[in-house]
């Protein structure tokens, strides 16, 4: 008797052991996720204040919290300079950090060792102590950079950096860049060493500069990292709450610094309007979707080339 070969191996049967061991942490991961997320969502469509704090049940008051927020301008004005201040600390902290890996890729070992050391202290130092220490640096009438600013011939003697708005965010950039370098450096730094280094000598045998290797060979091997670290600066950026709440109450104007982070704070905790806060937060997770989409497009498109 001859068998027919159909050309085709029998298929192996896939074990559903792999999806019940995940199951425990998938659940686990839904009830800490989602329950939080499910509630906020019922919250931002209810009348939640200091009454239901003390027994009385919420009122649901559908859309009304929304329409109020698309109608106050106060609330575009801390959503544009939230986006402002997000954009423009992502950007500084990814060129710096950008740069302090490509840097250390040409240091001797002892010097990239200290380089990391420092940026390892700075990154695990605790934001209330790192903030302090800020404090004192830009301190009005003792601060170390009015000093250094006025002996080198600039009228900072006595200058309020927390006072005015345009400053108090100037100091907080200098603080959240300084605090998220580290992650971007020692993430990109991680994947150049994975660059495959016969390109690199290829391309400078047939003559490229190190402007051209770095722009055709470097950068879009290490992009999928980029994108990523792009798009976690984007959201802890946009989220950014500690730094501007200790600045504030080190003497800034809280009206005129807001950011959603602070203002969903300020109408939770600080009003006991925990059905408006809740509406701001959702609407900030709306917002970071659509800052976050163009990244998730490219990673997307970048999964979909590889």
Known sequence: M??????????????????????????ALGLALGYPLVRQVLLSFQEYGLRQQFGNPPEWVGLENYRELVTDPYLWKVTLRSIVFCLVNAAVTMTIG???????????????????????????????????????LFDTQYGIVNYLLT?????????????????????????????????????????????????VEAAEIDGASPTQRLRHIVLPSIRPVLLVVGLLQVIWDLRVFTQIYILQKAGGSTHDTNLLGT????????????????????????????????????????????
Do not use: C
């Open 2 to 27: 001859t068998t027919v070969d159909n050309g085709s191996a029998p298929r192996a049967r896939r074990s559903p052991l792999p999806y019940v061991l995940i199951v425990p942490a998938v659940v």
């Open 98 to 136: 950008v740069a302090l890996a490509l840097l250390m890729q040409h240091m001797s070992k002892g010097i990239r060792i200290l380089v990391q050391a420092g940026l390892l202290l700075a990154w695990a130092m605790p934001v209330v102590a790192a903030l302090t220490v800020w404090q004192w």
């Open 151 to 199: 002996k080198i011939g600039f009228d900072f003697e006595g200058h309020p950096w927390l006072l005015e708005p345009l400053s108090f965010f100037f100091v907080a950039t200098v603080i959240v860049v300084w605090m998220s370098v580290p992650f971007v450096a020692f993430t990109v730094y991680a994947a150049l060493t994975q660059v495959p280094e016969d390109l």
């Open 263 to 306: 203002l969903i704070y300020r109408l939770g905790i600080g009003s006991g309007n925990f059905g408006m806060a809740a509406a701001v937060a959702m609407f900030m997770l709306v917002l970071t979707v659509a800052l976050t989409a163009p990244y998730v497009r490219a990673m997307l498109r970048q999964e979909g080339e590889d």
